[in-house]
């Protein structure tokens, strides 16, 4: 027979599988306050140009490998193989009529770039694009500790494309085992309504995560959306449309410590964005790649910073 103490633990243990298995979470359907409300605009790139003083091209940086992942090559700001990723495009229903597109194209043959690994493999063989406001040598173009962070942002619909807006601590390029990582959005292309934001603090003993799915009244890959996250002296909170959402685990608003802030005071560390149209490993390879998903792409219209 199952003791009263066996069976408590039992009952907790699985309360918190099937928790686990929720993955998704749906927006807040009961009105809020607006994250901009009381905050200024303390930086915005409108995409009226690619403003390169602001803006490097390329794999992630790190000096913790290639900064290459999953199965594209992030060009630099020339492009790579004949195809540059990084364009601006006149688009109405950007706010300013014009947007940062990030494309992906599928070369097909081997390719010839620096550190990847990609080169001779056929499902690998794409260029697309990495921007971000950070450099290998540490070097933090533009950083902020606090704020509210946002980009309103449009993404393809494709088998294995992979569009993110993240942020990462300054620190971690040079010592990656003090990494922050947030990802304000992480969408996957063929689910136009769900999409992933996280917490991630790498390595050492204080190593910390958090993450919930976040289920859209929209199709993300038809219509613009705002995606954005604040952080404050030692928290995150992720939004969708300027609406907190919720975490599956707690029912409530998603409300992440960040365990290092402490260490982020201490030693003037920052956040740096990046906005990324990568390519999916953990799927199977589209059999026959259809020509219509040879080329995708994902629209910018602005990255703003509120303080």
Not at 108 to 127: A, D, H, S
Not at 256 to 265: C, E, F
Request: charged share 25%.
């Amino acid at each position: 027979m199952m003791s009263s103490l066996f069976r408590r633990d039992f009952i907790q243990s699985s309360a918190a599988w099937l928790a686990l298995q929720w993955h998704c979470t749906t927006v807040a359907a009961e009105p809020i306050d607006d994250p901009t409300v009381g905050r200024e605009i303390v930086f915005e790139d409108l995409f009226e140009t690619l403003d390169w003083s602001v803006w490097h091209a390329g794999p992630k940086a790190t000096t913790d490998g290639t900064g290459f992942y999953g199965r594209s090559a992030f060009a630099t700001k020339y492009g790579e193989e004949g195809f540059n990723p990084y364009t601006i495009v006149a688009d109405e229903a950007a706010e300013n009529g014009t947007a940062l597109q990030i494309s992906a194209k599928y070369i097909g043959r081997p390719m010839n770039v620096r550190k990847y690994y990609g080169n001779t493999l056929p499902e690998f063989q794409w260029i697309s694009g990495n921007l971000q406001t950070a450099r290998n040598d540490g070097t933090i173009l533009k950083g902020w500790r606090k704020g509210y962070f946002e980009a309103r942002m449009l993404f393809p619909r494709h088998p294995i494309t992979w569009p993110a807006f993240w942020m990462l601590n300054g620190r971690c390029i040079l010592e990656p085992k003090t990494s922050i990582e947030l990802d304000i959005v992480e969408h996957k292309g063929w689910e136009p309504t769900v999409y992933g934001t996280y917490l991630h603090e790498w390595g050492g003993a204080d190593q910390n995560s958090r993450s919930t799915g976040v289920e859209t009244p929209v199709d993300m890959t038809a219509a613009y959306c705002r995606y954005g996250m604040l952080v404050d002296d030692k928290r995150c909170i992720p939004f969708f449309n300027r609406k907190p959402v919720i975490d599956r685990r707690t029912g409530k608003p998603a409300n992440w410590p960040i365990t290092r802030s402490r260490r982020l005071d201490e030693e003037s560390d920052v956040f740096w964005p990046l906005l990324t149209l990568a390519l999916r490993t953990d799927v199977p390879f589209p059999q026959p790649l259809k020509e219509d998903d040879m080329l995708a792409h994902m629209r910018v219209d602005y990255f703003r910073v509120y303080e």
